[in-house]
């Protein structure tokens, strides 16, 4: 790739090199005309053609066609030199024409319009599709200053954008050169799946003094100091235990298809639907899950598998066709079809209404929206800048962190020092904060945590927290949902931590742990009044 972009430098260095050696021959025959002329015209005391100014004026008013008339050529080399004047001021006014028109339909207006906005919040997109037209229409919501970059051509069968755009076909470099460090700095994003490994736009983004958003379905959540991972089905997952948390009445929750998406949907399930110490959840998952559990091969400690239990939640994964399992279905609480194929989970949808007697809700996974449905995944919920760039998800991330290296006597990491492992787990801590408001509120309606619902949910944990009691269960709520990340993640109880064997002191039933270790859990509940202070 190196290889391919110094040889494509030297091209353009050569070919360069080549107008510039054009346009010098040009201006030399030029001049050479206009001496013909002058010394030709100037000895003739006929001629009004007496300096190398009036010489230069007739070629003007010549090569011009406006042809004034008040400076001729009398003598026959100046007839000559006229005579090529006439001819050449034909080509000048078609190849005028031709780059202004060329000036306009390229790159020339573009990037002329690009310099008239270096003030401007820039968002460059490699490409246009679904998802980054998607992106750009929330960044600009939320952004009225922002300015959105396509870097590509655009094609005649789109649509064009109801936000302040240009299309033009430039790599990320001559963007940020463009900008030239005036205002704030601009954003890339890489939207396509996996993009960034294989783009020739992607060679040195690291290397840029840009904030980099790239798409993909694997991988660390960061790569270097200023590319950033996210994943669309993980988006879709978060925003669904978000939109439509799980309730305490909730006992049997269904999820048809295991794919990308079936996955992501489970993942956040276990790592965030925690709301009560005595819960028995018991998830049913039709999908091939072999691969899922031979990498997730501690789950057996916290859950109980293929069997539904009365003491803790279950994980039962179904071999069977899921139409086959009539009572499973007419019994559940809640039925997700999460099919990675959009086509097929309609199909199993409207075969469901139409052939069972279902009892519980049916969320269907669309990435449109479906009046009367209960739909999630739409592209307005996952590609948003709350979504993708996380800003407000990421603060409440780092306030944990610091809240807990301030409640604990030995050293710990700073969030800029955390690997993808940690900042993950802090992350997955801000993601049940809205869990805990809903506890402590005893409020299911809450989907959303505002200013006015943390600050009462805060003042609730001051006064029940007060009650040892109250507080020993909050602490063991989070603790238990702290465990289930670490299990999910493959790690064990040692007796010192050890994050190359992972290993961790902490992890085992809340029962065993020593009053120190208890305390570090009100952490994540004191976050409250920061998130107040950060949404006020």
């Known amino acids: 790739?190196?290889?391919?972009?110094?040889?494509?430098?030297?091209?353009?260095?050569?070919?360069?090199?080549?107008?510039?050696?054009?346009?010098?021959?040009?201006?030399?025959?030029?001049?050479?005309?206009?001496?013909?002329?002058?010394?030709?015209?100037?000895?003739?005391?006929?001629?009004?053609?007496?300096?190398?100014?009036?010489?230069?004026?007739?070629?003007?008013?010549?090569?011009?066609?406006?042809?004034?008339?008040?400076?001729?050529?009398?003598?026959?080399?100046?007839?000559?030199?006229?005579?090529?004047?006439?001819?050449?001021?034909?080509?000048?006014?078609?190849?005028?024409?031709?780059?202004?028109?060329?000036?306009?339909?390229?790159?020339?207006?573009?990037?002329?319009?690009?310099?008239?906005?270096?003030?401007?919040?820039?968002?460059?997109?490699?490409?246009?599709?679904?998802?980054?037209?998607?992106?750009?229409?929330?960044?600009?919501?939320?952004?009225?200053?922002a300015f959105i970059i396509y870097g590509e051509r655009r094609s005649r069968q789109s649509e064009l954008p109801d936000y302040p755009c240009i299309y033009l076909s430039a790599s990320p470099d001559k963007i940020v050169a463009k900008k030239k460090g005036i205002g704030t700095r601009c954003k890339v994003f890489l939207m396509k799946e996996n993009d960034i490994g294989v783009n020739s736009r992607a060679v040195n983004l690291h290397a840029l003094p840009v904030e980099v958003y790239a798409r993909t379905t694997n991988g660390q959540d960061?790569?270097?100091?200023?590319i950033y991972f996210f994943h669309s089905y993980e988006c879709c997952a978060r925003q669904y235990w978000r939109s439509k948390p799980l309730?305490?009445?909730?006992?049997?929750?269904?999820?048809?298809?295991?794919?990308?998406?079936?996955?992501?949907?489970?993942?956040?399930?276990?790592?965030?639907?925690?709301?009560?110490?005595?819960?028995?959840?018991?998830?049913?998952?039709?999908?091939?899950?072999?691969?899922?559990?031979?990498?997730?091969?501690?789950?057996?400690?916290?859950?109980?598998?293929?069997?539904?239990?009365?003491?803790?939640?279950?994980?039962?994964?179904?071999?069977?066709?899921?139409?086959?399992?009539?009572?499973?279905?007419?019994?559940?609480?809640?039925?997700?079809?999460?099919?990675?194929?959009?086509?097929?989970?309609?199909?199993?949808?409207?075969?469901?209404?139409?052939?069972?007697?279902?009892?519980?809700?049916?969320?269907?996974?669309?990435?449109?929206?479906?009046?009367?449905?209960?739909?999630?995944?739409?592209n307005e919920d996952i590609y948003t800048s709350q979504q993708i760039i996380r800003t407000d998800l990421n603060k409440a991330a780092v306030m944990i962190n610091d809240i807990f290296r301030k409640s604990v006597s030995y050293p710990t990491l700073s969030w800029d020092e955390l690997d993808d492992l940690h900042r993950q787990s802090k992350i997955a801590a801000a993601d049940h904060l809205l869990m805990k408001a809903r506890i402590l509120l005893k409020d299911e309606t809450i989907t959303e945590l505002t200013a006015p619902v943390v600050k009462k949910a805060y003042d609730s944990y001051c006064e029940t927290g007060a009650l040892e009691e109250e507080k020993e269960r909050y602490r063991k709520l989070d603790h238990m949902r702290w465990l289930r990340f670490y299990i999910f993640y493959n790690w064990s109880y040692g007796p010192v931590r050890d994050d190359r064997a992972g290993q961790h002191p902490m992890l085992r039933p809340y029962e065993e742990l020593t009053p120190e270790q208890r305390k570090e859990r009100d952490a994540a509940w004191e976050l409250m009044e920061r998130i107040y202070d950060m949404l006020v």
């Not at 960061?222 to 200023?226: E, R």
């Not at 276990?270 to 039709?286: C, G, M, P």
């Open 247 to 378: 309730c305490g009445h909730e006992n049997v929750i269904v999820m048809i298809g295991f794919g990308n998406y079936g996955c992501s949907i489970l993942e956040r399930a276990i790592l965030t639907n925690v709301i009560a110490a005595e819960q028995h959840v018991s998830y049913h998952i039709f999908g091939d899950a072999r691969e899922f559990l031979a990498v997730h091969y501690r789950l057996h400690e916290l859950f109980s598998l293929n069997q539904e239990s009365e003491a803790r939640d279950s994980l039962i994964f179904h071999g069977e066709v899921w139409a086959e399992n009539r009572s499973v279905l007419e019994r559940a609480d809640r039925i997700i079809i999460c099919e990675d194929d959009e086509q097929k989970g309609w199909s199993i949808f409207w075969t469901l209404n139409k052939y069972y007697r279902i009892s519980g809700r049916i969320d269907l996974r669309s990435s449109r929206k479906a009046p009367g449905i209960s739909y999630f995944g739409t």
């Open 222 to 226: 960061k790569l270097s100091g200023n």
């Open 1 to 145: 790739m190196m290889r391919f972009v110094k040889e494509s430098g030297r091209y353009m260095k050569r070919r360069r090199n080549v107008y510039l050696y054009f346009i010098a021959a040009i201006v030399l025959i030029y001049m050479v005309l206009l001496t013909v002329l002058y010394l030709s015209e100037s000895v003739n005391s006929a001629s009004k053609i007496r300096t190398f100014g009036d010489a230069f004026w007739y070629s003007l008013v010549t090569l011009t066609t406006v042809g004034y008339g008040d400076l001729i050529p009398v003598t026959p080399l100046g007839h000559a030199v006229g005579m090529i004047f006439l001819f050449l001021s034909a080509g000048i006014m078609v190849t005028m024409l031709g780059a202004a028109v060329s000036f306009i339909t390229s790159e020339g207006m573009p990037f002329l319009m690009l310099g008239l906005r270096r003030h401007k919040n820039w968002y460059y997109f490699a490409d246009y599709g679904v998802e980054s037209n998607t992106l750009a229409a929330d960044i600009y919501k939320e952004d009225p200053n």
